[in-house]
C-alpha cells in the first residue's frame, strides 16, 4: 500500500516550517516501513492552519493542521495516512466551509496540484485553454478576452482585452508580452501563491497572450524578495519546454513562444510598468512619460504587453470555458472574480477568490473571523501602500471597482490589511510619505521633496505642534502631488494620508465630527 | 570607507560572468545579480569591466547599482537580516521586533553587527502578509515572528559558525 501526503511549498507554509514538517513525515515513513509519497503542492491558502498537511483516502483528501514536527509521530500512531481521528484533523478539504465558500475560477488548481508537474497540470484542466487559442486567430482570442470583461489585476483596471488589441494591431518584426510580477504591495501575494503554487497556468496566459498578438518573446519580471518563487517558476519553465509548451512550434502549431525570469532589486516604483521596462532593459528604474504607450513602444522600443501575473493567470480558463462564462461572475463594470488576501491583523489570513460584490464586513468577520488579536477592527487599508484606509462605517462596501471610486478608495491589487484599535493613523500617514520618501524614482518634484516635506510635517503633528495649521499644509502637499505626479506613486500617497485625516482626525489631534461619514 | 580588495580569482570569475552575459538583451540586471551573488556585493573596481563589455559609461553602472535597494556597493555580514516593516507587518507589531533586534544586536539598519555576523536591513514587503510580522534570514522566510523567535533564528545562524 503506498500513500501520498501534501505538504506545501509554498514561501508562507515555509515560513511555519513546512520543509521540517515534510522531512519528518518521509523519516517517520521509513522507520514504520511505510510506503509514503510528498507531494510539495501550492497552499490552499488558509494560512492559519499552515503547514497544512492532506492526505489521500477513499472518501478524498483529508486535511490536517496545523502541522509541526512534534505532531507527527501521534499523526502517524492515529493512523492519519487513511484519514484517522486527531486533535488536528480539518476534515475533508473540498468540505471545509472557508473553501466551499468561494468561487475559485483563477486559484481552481491552486494547493491541488504539484505545481510542476505537467501531467497533474494537464489532469486539471491545463492546457485547455491554450488549445483552444491555438486553433483560433489572434483577432477572435483577443475578443474572447475582451468580451469577458477582465480589467487588469495589478491596479489600474485598464480593460485587457483593449490593451491586448492595441498591441496586436502594431505592425513590428518583434513584440513582447512581460509579465508584472513585482507584487510590491504590503498585504498582497495572490501572484506569489500563483507563481509557488500553480506556474503552469502563468506560462499558458502568457503563452496565449503570445498567440494573440504576434509576440513570441515573454518576459516575468520577479522581484528579489520572492527567491522560492524563481526556482519554481524556472523549474516550471524548464518542464513546460521539455514537453513543448514552450520554445518553437508549439505542439505542432507553428506557434513559437519563449519565455524567461528577469529578478527585480528591490524597487517598489518598479512595479509601474513603464519603470519596470526600463529595469529589463538594465537602467536605472525611472518612471517614462506617457505617450508612448508600452502597447506601442513597450520594451526595447516595441509593441509590448504589461500584465499582472493575475490578470495573465485568468487567461487560460476565459479561453477554456469562454467569455460568457467568466463575465457571468461579478457585479456592474467589474466582471469575474477577484483573488482577494486578508492580511495583517486578521485571525484567519488567506486568500478568498470570491465574485465582485462580496462586501468588506464578510471578508473581515465570516472569512478573517475578526481581528488576530481580539481587539475591535479599527481601520483597513484596501489595495496596497497607496490605497485608501477605510473605517468600520464603510465595511460594507461591496466590492467593486466603481463603488471603490465612489468613496475615494482603491481597489488595487485586491490587497486588505486590517488594524486594531491599538493603531495611531497619524503614524500610518507619517509612514505613507515615509514609504514615498523611500521609494521615489525621483523624476518629479512633488514626488521626492514633497514626501519627505510630509515626513516632517508629520511629524511636527505627531508632536501636537500647532495641528490645524500644519493639517492644512498637509492637505496643500497632497494636492501639489495628486496633480504634480507623473505616476501613481507620487499621485496617490495622498490616498491613505488624506483618509487617515478625514476618517480618523482624533488621531492627529482634532475633534472628531460626531455622525461623520 | 576601506578600499575593498577583489582578489584575482574573484576578477577572473567576475570577467567570466560578464562574458556570459554581454550579449543577453537588458544584461545589466541579470549580471549585477550574478555578481552579487558570486561577491556577496558589487564591487566597484568591477565598473570598468562592466562598462566596457556592455558599452555603457562607469556613471550609468553606478547610477543602476546605487538605485536598486537590493545591490550592495560594500561587502555585508555572514548573514543578512530582513526585517519587514510594511503596513501589513505593522499592525501585527513589527515596531516592536525591529526595536528589540535594533537593539540585541546593537546596529541600526543597513548596519553590521561589529563581529561581521549579521547586516540589518529594512524590507518592504515579503509577501508573507497572511502570517505578519515577517522576517528572512538569508534566503529563509519566517512568520508570525516574536521577539523570543527571532532572538531564536539569529541564535541559530550564530551557531553554525
Ligand atoms: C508605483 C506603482 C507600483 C506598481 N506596482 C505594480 C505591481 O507590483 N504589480 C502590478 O501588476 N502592477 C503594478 N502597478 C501597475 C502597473 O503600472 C500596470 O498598471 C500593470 O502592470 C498593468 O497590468 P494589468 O493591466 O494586468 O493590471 C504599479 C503602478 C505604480 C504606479
Ligand atoms: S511620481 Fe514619484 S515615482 Fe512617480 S515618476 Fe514622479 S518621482 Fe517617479
New interface residues.
Partial sequence: MSYTVFVPRD??A???GADKTAQTILAEAASRNLDVKVVRNGSRGM??L?PLVEVVTSEGRVAYGPVLPGDVASLFDNNFLEGGAHALRLGLTEELSWLKKQERLTFARMGVVDPVSIDDYMSHDGFNGLKNALAMSGADIVKQVTDSGLRGRGGAAFPTGIKWKTVMECQSDQKYIVCNAD???????SD?MIMEGDPFVLIEGMTIAGVAVGATQGYIYLR?????AMETLNQAIKNAYASNWLGRNIQGSGKTFDLEV???????VCGEETSLLE???????LVRFKPPLPAIEGL?GKPTVVNNVISLATIPIVLDKGADYYKDYGMGRSRGTLPI?????IKQ???VEKAFGITLRELLYDFGGGS?TGRPIRAV?VGG?LGAYLPESQFDTPLDYEKFTEIWAVLGHG?I????DT?DMAK?AR?AFE?CA??SCGKCTPCRIGSTRGVEVMDKIISGTDSTRNIELVRDLSDTMLNGSLCALGGMTPYPVLSAINHFPEDFGLVKKEQAA | MQEEIVSKDQLSKIESIIGAFKSV??????L??EIQNEMGYIPESTYPSISRE?NLSVA?VH??VT?????RTHRPGKHILQICR???????GCGELETHVKCSLGVDYHETTSDGEISLEP??????????P?V?MD??????VNVKRIDEIIESVKEKV
Wanted: charged fraction near 15%; glycine fraction near 12%; include cysteine.
Fill in positions: 514561501s508562507s515555509l515560513s511555519m494560512y492559519w499552515e507584487e510590491g504591495d504590503s498585504g498582497t501575494y506569489r528579489s524578495e520572492y527567491p522560492h528577469r529578478l527585480g532589486a528591490g524597487a517598489y529595469s529589463l532593459e538594465g537602467k536605472r528604474g526595447f488576501q486578508l492580511a495583517g491583523n489570513c488567506g486568500l488576530a487599508q501602500p490587497g490589511v486590517a488594524f486594531d493603531v500610518m509612514y514609504f523611500i521609494e | 538583451p537588458g544584461a545589466l540586471m541579470p549585477l545579480h556592455l550609468e547610477g543602476v538605485f536598486y535597494h537590493h545591490f510594511a503596513e501589513s507587518c505593522q499592525s501585527m524590507v518592504y514587503c515579503l509577501g508573507n502578509c497572511a502570517l505578519s515577517a528572512m534566503d529563509q522566510i519566517y512568520g508570525r
